[in-house]
């Protein structure tokens, strides 16, 4: 009766995994292709590239604040009849006298019913406290930090490209050893029917190959569901769609390399730290937020000094039409405005400001050295991982020792099933465990570069 159980428990399982792995074929795909699919099709990094053109504009913008500045400039003002024939009284009386000796063409009225007034003018400014040439340098630095946010960004896209292409590699390879285990179960049964037959062995010890071999299928179930979630992560890290399914092809080589050392050619976390600074998008951003406020002390200390601009205009006489024509004048001058007294609200805002900086510094201090201790945790995580991977590794190549040295032992007859079953049991968890171990290693050194600055990405 459990026999009998067991085997339609395995055909329904058989049957599960069946249609679930020839669902589709697979796609092959390189770490290299992941990265670049993601940094091409993420919404963020897009709209940080629009953040980034636009950045471009505004310091067009600030450059042509302190350009000069030309107008022209039309208006139209309709005055009731009163006034129209007060301000035309003396043009009449002047000529009722003198209108042999003037031309009435030559003496307009002062006043229309409909006057329009046409002028072009130009702005040029000379100085106003440094507020021009400051606006350009907060329109620079606010570009240099909008590419600062871009390339973190990009780098964090990256960072998570990588992190769900290796758990795609963890989960495929998991898939694998658990199919392989699963086929050496199936030919350790096979062997121990052939032995029941001979009435060589006890009905139980096929019964336990039979438990092994339905707790490796249900195993195997559970490593193809990993592998499809580890697929939908990097399809929504690519934003591709998710019924999509891949195959890490650079994963063979990866493996070749597993023997590999994780912290090596990487360096000390002072050393680090040292080249960060220069390196660290991070670090550079926490410095220009500083430097932005410390420009808007500029902005506020200019209402405390002078004020100097030029200006000309260029105007045609009022009339009663939008044509270009009467007389023509020009004037030309210069405008100096020095604040005196403005109820201490411009002291108020250069203090405010002031204050600001100091808060500004404070927070880039407590960032910085949060980054120092993310540093330090992910170097330790590295040296860590490196560690389980090589403990990983011996465990496994003293576990292939073992089922070997079992599975002699008990065709002389020296151990029992059950014996060999841990054995077996112990190698299977043995090269899950390199597995893991490995592919911790490697995301662990790419987020220690990602908190270095020096995980590199596509521009």
Same mark, same amino acid.
């Not at 694998?176 to 086929?183: D, T, W």
């Not at 201090?365 to 993310?374: G, V």
């Not at 992910?378 to 040296?383: F, G, M, Q, S, V």
């Given at each position: 009766m459990n026999?009998?159980?067991m085997r339609n428990l395995f055909v329904l399982l058989s049957l599960f995994v069946f249609m679930r792995v020839h669902a589709g074929e697979p796609i092959p795909l390189t770490l290299e292709e992941a990265r670049r699919r993601a940094l091409q099709n993420n919404p963020t990094l897009a709209q940080a590239k629009l953040d980034e053109r636009a950045a471009r504009w505004g310091m067009l913008g600030a450059v042509s604040d302190a350009l000069p500045h030309v107008s022209f400039n039309s208006s139209v003002t309709r005055f009731d009849d009163d006034y129209v024939y007060r301000q035309n009284i003396m043009r009449d009386v002047i000529l009722q006298e003198y209108g042999q000796y003037i031309d009435p063409e030559d003496f307009p009225p002062?006043?229309?019913k409909d006057m329009y007034v046409s002028s072009i003018s130009v702005d040029q400014p000379i100085y106003n406290g440094g507020i021009e040439i400051t606006a350009i340098r907060i329109a620079l630095t606010r570009k240099k930090l909008i590419h600062l946010y871009r390339e973190i960004s990009a780098r964090d896209i990256v960072l998570q490209a990588e992190t769900a292409y290796y758990n795609l590699c963890r989960a495929q390879q998991a898939f694998?050893?658990?199919?392989?285990?699963?086929?050496v179960t199936r030919g350790y049964l096979e062997r121990f029917r052939r032995r029941l037959e001979l009435g060589l062995i006890a009905e139980v010890d096929v019964l336990r190959w039979e438990v092994r071999e339905s707790n490796d299928l249900a195993a195997l179930v559970e490593a193809e569901n990993n592998l499809k979630l580890a697929q939908l992560s990097l399809a929504r890290v690519m934003g591709d769609l998710p019924n999509e399914s891949y195959y890490p092809a650079d994963l063979p080589t990866f493996l070749a390399r597993i023997a590999f050392s994780p912290g090596e050619g990487i360096e000390s976390p002072d050393?680090?730290?040292?080249?960060?600074?220069?390196?660290?998008?991070?670090l550079q951003v926490s410095r220009y937020n500083v430097k932005l406020v410390r420009q808007n002390v500029w902005l506020t200390a200019a209402n405390f000094q002078p004020k100097l601009n030029f200006n000309y205009t260029y105007s045609w006489q @009022?009339?009663? *039409? #939008?044509?270009?024509?009467?007389f023509k004048s020009w004037t030309a001058g210069f405008s100096l405005r020095i604040p005196l007294f403005a109820s201490f609200g411009n002291l108020a805002r250069w203090q405010e400001a002031r204050v600001k900086v100091k808060r500004a510094e404070e927070g880039a201090?407590?960032?910085?050295?949060?980054?120092?201790?993310?540093l330090t945790a @992910?170097?330790? *995580? #590295?040296?860590a991982a490196g560690l389980r991977l090589e403990a990983a590794m011996k465990m496994r190549e003293q576990a292939q020792k073992v089922l070997s040295s079992q599975e002699n032992r008990y065709d002389l007859g020296m151990i029992t099933t059950l014996e060999l079953l841990d054995a077996r049991t112990a190698e299977l968890t043995a090269e899950l465990g390199v597995i893991n171990a490995y592919c911790d290693a490697l995301i662990a050194r790419t987020n220690l570069k990602r908190i270095t600055g020096t995980l590199s990405f596509d521009h």
């Open positions: 026999g009998k159980w002062f006043a229309y694998e050893v658990q199919s392989n285990a699963l086929e050393r680090l730290w040292e080249k960060m600074q220069e390196s660290s998008p991070d @009022a009339d009663d *039409d #939008l044509a270009l024509d009467g201090r407590d960032y910085e050295t949060a980054l120092y201790i993310q @992910a170097h330790n *995580d #590295l040296t």
